[in-house]
Every structure is written in structure tokens, then in C-alpha cells.
């Protein structure tokens, strides 16, 4: 076994980025001392699979002595690096990173927030639990509200679990009828809209909303698997403001919502 180590651990160093992905991972299966120093060396490689891949070995791991590296690691350019760092870091549970993880608090990527959140959770501490208090108000005063519309519980959970991750706070209506309801209750900021529903279908649920003067200024998202350039305009003429298609990643509904909520601020 020693000398096939030896073999994965100069694998590390192969031209080819598949073989260096495949010895990280396998060095990432290994408890040997031996293997700790050249993942830490992986979480430099150029190819991101790799940090990735030495990210979650070094977690799995557990030891306290890859603790400086990943924080270093916090600094990743690539967003599913840094949420795997964030996880590492919590499986490793050493106070020294709480600071750091503090700040990721703030990241751009809701993945990497919410593991900086449960790492925090982990370590615990006076230090930990004020900041996850600190930002847990802070999104309570200051979320906003959007309504979700879809006939689909399995689409309409994907979404409001995404948008719960995010910070907002989600409404849910499963037909035409009940989102026009609820638009008038409960004024949300933005309204995510499936076009094919039950009653009434999202084409006539915007221009209802849009000819009303309690509810023609909320921004609203088309969100279908209508692909058609025809269903594109009639949800513009409508007055949606955007039209986003199904599948669609969390990250995709997330910059839709961040662009048209920074529409109204302008």
C-alpha cells in the first residue's frame, strides 16, 4: 500500500487534470498522515474540480492542521470551492475559523452563506451564536416579501426553499384565482408567475394585476417551460418583467429576482 500511495500523491502533480481529480479524490479515502499535505496542495491547482475535490477530502479528514489553508480557500474565486471550504471548516469545528466564517456570512452565493451559517452553528461560541442572531434579525427586518405562483407543488417547494435560502420571504398561491387574492392581501415586492394554471392561466393573472392600481407597479417573473418566442412576447405585452424558462438552476432565479427587485430602486 505505501508504495501505491507514493504513486496517488505524485498523481497529484500529473499535466493531466483528470488524473490529478481522480488521485485527490482517492487520497481523500486514505487515513494516512502522508496525504494531508499534497491535498493542502490542491486547494491551489488551477483546475477548480480539483479544489473542489480537495476541499471536501481535507473535510472529511478532519484535520486541524488544514484549518489555515481552507480559510485561504475562503478567497476561492469559484463559489461551489468556497461552500465546500465553508462545509470543510464546519466538519473540522476549530474556533480559530469563526472569524472568517463571519465574514462569509456575507458572500455573494447563498450555498456558501448558508454552510458559514451551520459551521458557525457547530463551533458554537458566544462570538458564533452573535453573529448568526445578528444576521437572522437583520433578515428578518429587512426581507423581502415574494409571492410564488404554480400549480406544481414539486416546483413551487424547489422554489420557495431556494428563496428561503436566499433571505426572502415566500407566499404561495396554486392557481390564477388565489395569486390575484394574494397579490391584493399581501402586496409582495416581486410575484414569480407559471403561465399554464388551472382557473386563470399567468397571461391573464399580469394583465389583471397590471390594470390594477394596487398592484401594477409589483414586478413580476414569468417562470414556464413555454419555450416559444410567441409565449416570450405575450408575457411582455402582458407587463411581465421578466421571462425565465423551466429547468432553471437556483442561480438563474436568483439574478432574475435580484435584477428585476433592483429595477424598482433605480
Known sequence: MSDELEKIIQMTEDPDPKNRQR?????GEVED???LEPLVQALQDENTEVRRQAADALGTLGDVRSVKPLIKSLEDPDDFVRGIVTWALGK??????????????DDSDWWVRKNATEAL????????EKAI?????????SARKILIVDDDKFILEYMQINLQLDGYNVIEAFDGEEAIK?????????ILLDIMMPKVNGWEVCKTLKENDSTKNIPIIMVSAKTQVDDFIKG?????TFYIMKP?????LSDAIQKALNQIEK
Not at 452553528?121 to 458564533?128: M, T
Not at 442572531?133 to 427586518?141: D, P, Q, W
Open 182 to 190: 394574494k397579490a391584493e392581501e399581501e402586496n409582495p415586492d416581486l
Open 236 to 240: 411582455m405585452d402582458a407587463g411581465a
Open 248 to 252: 432553471f438552476s437556483p442561480a438563474q
Open 23 to 27: 488521485a485527490v479524490r482517492i487520497l
Open 121 to 128: 452553528k457547530k463551533i458554537g461560541g458566544e462570538k458564533a
Open 33 to 35: 498522515k502522508r496525504v
Open 92 to 105: 473540522i469545528k476549530d474556533p480559530s475559523s469563526v472569524d472568517f466564517l463571519i465574514k462569509s456570512l
Open 133 to 141: 442572531e445578528r444576521v437572522k434579525k437583520g433578515t428578518e427586518k
